[in-house]
């Protein structure tokens, strides 16, 4: 018999449901929803349909804060965007993730290239480079690979995704500084799924996905397949691509293997993309006269393995590897930039409980190579890291109404040397529907060469890092948060989240141009420094709901010249959602999405401005639906308001990007569950 508890995580936008499904292939997730079901026994109950038939629903487990608690029990906030959120914005964006975290409250897509569309996530206005990517509790799109990994992740085979925000270094390592994104991937249920999604845009893009998973006794498979193309695509008809003309292929195959105490997972998944984006006439195959032009052919290939194994004393040993393999080769003109990442990560944990006590162990260990390919003098920017880190994290009551949770971590870097992240967070319940959360930590990040300053120019005129002259950026970070649940009248619900975040970075990296005219990274302010507020609002009233989030985001500068706000973070966001839904049967979302003004790099402001959006959705048969979108249907587009870029149509120089350059773009489809 199933058993639903119902959850809400802050910022969710519908409730979230836990099954326990008792069975011997699945022990570990058993185990964990009997361990929730202990905490929420007030909410324990059947779900029925109309027909009082039992419902069973899907198991949705939290797996970035590696505990046993419910979202109401964890001391860390954690943001989930579950299966229903995905699928709303597979509709509207099926080839990539650019959508599913840009509209989400305190995340902000930057986009780094005004021909070829590469971007970065910043969360509560840091840099991209201070938030972990990672797919399955596993970092593989960061260094060489990172300006270009929203553009090749498409969310078919995606379960959820998980948001923490604000220091979590002592679990995930370097880099989580802002944050971190955790895209959790599907497993094979005990039924079939053969599912496909076949979209069509106005913008000449198409997007074909297959999912296929299966499970027979002791073993399961999946396999997740894409490809995605688009025309070259200038609807500001200056010559330029705001859409570059791509090419994609994606394979990724899973296999399962269960014992009565074990589960093994390995997969492998391999990308394979052609971009072009620059000047119209030159991508139409006009080559006679000088053109600029960005030319990108990129191949990943990645290897993942899981093993998780229940020890006789009741803890839980999980080892993790993966490999990655990134070559990318760049043409911009009479300049190119290539070259060849291979990475790897591993990871030895401990899980288990104490009494009160869950608590968390481990070691881990990465490596990092870059061999740059056709190497100019004075611009070699081969290297080789590797860091070894150890951490522990307990969590335990400190009296009825009081959760602490703790831990700490040191790692050791080849060329910065060790630096320790210690970490709490506290959880007071004082009512049932009520919760307050404070938490706090440390980080670091390692200089590195792969940063969106030096994307946005290519890498060209870029001089090589000089590790004796730096020092690793460090963090301290502070967030409290209180989540309040109202039950109105007739059936209307409020549920209220507000976060207030602070985050200070020391001795930022920055790349700045020297006296020849070439770019340096230099540490030249002493720190910069984000502090602001979430607030997040779901109201539900039968087949409606209205979803408000609004972010003030203000991040300066520090240093002997004083202090300034830091370029391209609008300090205001409001993000607003009027969903009426009839179950298995119509969605219709109306979207409104503001964006303040923006400081730019030449020190002058950009403009406010609104995108405003239309979806709908139609199941015509129990496994099928048509879809269409209508995105940015007011055509809000930078080059509406000002010129992309000065000079000529060969050799643009190109201004800050502050606002979408694509515009108004309907896109339809369908999608098909066998």
């Given at each position: ?26 022990w ?13 026994l007030?909410q324990?109950g ?8 039992e ?12 505990g ?5 029990e964890?001391?860390?906030r ?10 709303e ?16 409250t ?15 996530i ?24 990172g300006g ?6 498409a ?65 399961g498979?999946?396999l ?13 008809d ?8 791509f090419?994609?292929?994606?394979f990724?195959?899973?296999l ?10 390995m ?7 052609n ?11 006009h080559?006679?006269g000088?053109?600029?032009?960005e030319?990108?052919?990129?191949e990943?290939?990645?290897?993942e ?12 040993l999980?080892?993790r ?12 003109g009479?300049f190119?930039?290539?070259?060849t ?8 944990h ?5 009494g ?8 881990n260990?990465?490596?990092?190579d870059?061999?740059?390919g ?17 951490f522990a ?20 870097t ?13 959880l ?6 009520t919760?307050?959360?404070?938490g ?5 990040k390692?200089?590195t ?8 120019h ?12 730096l ?8 967030n ?6 109202f ?9 209220l ?13 920055q ?10 990274f ?11 507020t979430?607030?997040n ?12 989030g ?34 298995d ?20 402001r950009?403009r ?17 639906s ?16 000002d ?14 990007i502050y ?16």
């Amino acid at each position: 018999m199933a058993q639903r508890i119902l959850t809400q995580s802050p910022g969710n936008r519908s409730d979230r449901a836990i099954v326990c499904l008792p069975s011997s292939l699945l022990w570990r997730s058993y185990f964990l929803c009997i361990a929730l079901s202990g905490l929420n026994l007030p909410q324990i109950g059947l779900a029925q349909d109309q027909s009082g038939e039992e419902e069973i629903l899907e198991e949705i487990i939290v797996t970035s804060t590696r505990g046993l608690r419910s979202f109401e029990e964890q001391p860390t906030r954690v943001e989930v965007l579950g299966t229903e959120e995905i699928n709303e914005k597979a509709n509207m964006k099926p080839g990539d993730i650019r959508m599913l975290l840009n509209e989400s409250t305190g995340i902000h897509v930057q986009q780094t290239s005004a021909t070829s569309f590469n971007s970065s996530i910043r969360i509560q206005g840091l840099d991209g480079k201070y938030t972990q990517l990672l797919r399955d509790g596993m970092p593989l799109y960061g260094g060489f690979s990172g300006g270009l990994s929203l553009l090749q992740i498409a969310p078919l085979d995606l379960q959820q995704v998980e948001v923490i925000k604000g220091a979590n270094s002592t679990l995930y390592g370097e880099g989580a500084i802002a944050g971190l994104v955790n895209l959790i991937t599907k497993n094979p249920g005990r039924d079939p799924e053969r599912s496909l999604l076949l979209n069509a845009t106005s913008a000449n893009g198409l997007d074909a996905s297959g999912y296929f998973s299966g499970r027979t006794e002791g073993f399961g498979t999946t396999l997740f397949t894409s490809y995605n193309r688009g025309d070259a695509y200038d609807p500001a008809d200056n010559g330029l691509s705001a859409i570059p003309e791509f090419e994609r292929w994606t394979f990724n195959p899973r296999l399962f293997v269960d014992g009565a105490d074990s589960e093994l997972r390995m997969g492998v998944s391999a990308v394979v993309e052609n971009r072009l984006g620059g000047d119209m006439q030159y991508i139409d195959g006009h080559r006679e006269g000088p053109a600029y032009f960005e030319d990108s052919a990129t191949e990943r290939l990645t290897t993942e393995l899981e093993y998780r194994s229940r020890l006789p004393s009741g803890n839980e040993l999980v080892l993790r590897n993966s490999i990655n393999h990134f070559q990318r080769d760049l043409d911009v003109g009479d300049f190119q930039f290539s070259g060849t990442q291979l990475s790897s990560f591993s990871e030895a944990h401990l899980l288990g409980a104490f009494g009160a006590i869950d608590w968390v162990a481990g070691l881990n260990f990465w490596t990092e190579d870059f061999n740059q390919g056709g190497v100019a003098p004075e611009f070699e920017h081969d290297y080789n890291s590797h860091t070894v880190g150890a951490f522990a994290q307990g969590t335990f009551p400190l009296a009825e109404r009081l959760t602490l949770e703790s831990g700490l971590r040191v790692d050791h870097t080849s060329d910065y040397g060790s630096f320790i992240l210690p970490r709490v967070s506290l959880l007071y319940t004082p009512a049932v529907n009520t919760t307050l959360r404070i938490g706090g930590g440390m980080g670091y990040k390692k200089p590195t060469l792969f940063t969106e300053e030096a994307e946005m120019h290519q890498y060209r005129g870029v001089l090589p890092l000089e590790p004796e002259q730096l020092d690793a950026e460090q963090s301290v970070g502070l967030n409290v948060d209180v989540n309040r649940m109202f039950d109105l009248r007739d059936g209307l619900t409020l549920n209220l989240n507000l976060l207030l975040f602070y985050t200070r970075v020391n001795d930022p990296l920055q790349l700045v141009p020297d006296e020849t005219g070439l770019f340096a990274f230099r540490q030249l302010d002493d720190y910069v420094d984000t502090r602001g507020t979430e607030i997040n609002a779901v109201w539900s009233w039968e087949n409606l709901k209205l979803f408000l989030g609004y972010t003030h985001a203000d991040v300066r500068e520090h240093g002997s010249g004083g202090v300034v706000d830091y370029p391209l973070v609008p300090k205001d966001r409001l993000n607003t959602v009027l969903v009426y839904e009839r179950e298995d049967d119509l969605r219709i979302g109306l979207e409104a999405y503001y964006y303040g003004p923006q400081k730019l790099n030449d020190g002058s402001r950009s403009r406010d401005y609104w995108i405003v959006g239309l979806m709908m959705e139609k199941v015509l048969w129990d496994d099928f639906s048509l879809f269409l979108n209508f995105e940015n249907f007011s055509d809000t587009r930078q080059t509406r308001y000002d010129p992309i870029y000065t000079g000529s149509l060969a050799n643009p120089i190109f201004g800050d990007i502050y606002a979408p350059l694509d515009g108004f773009v309907i896109n339809g489809g369908f999608k098909l569950r066998l």
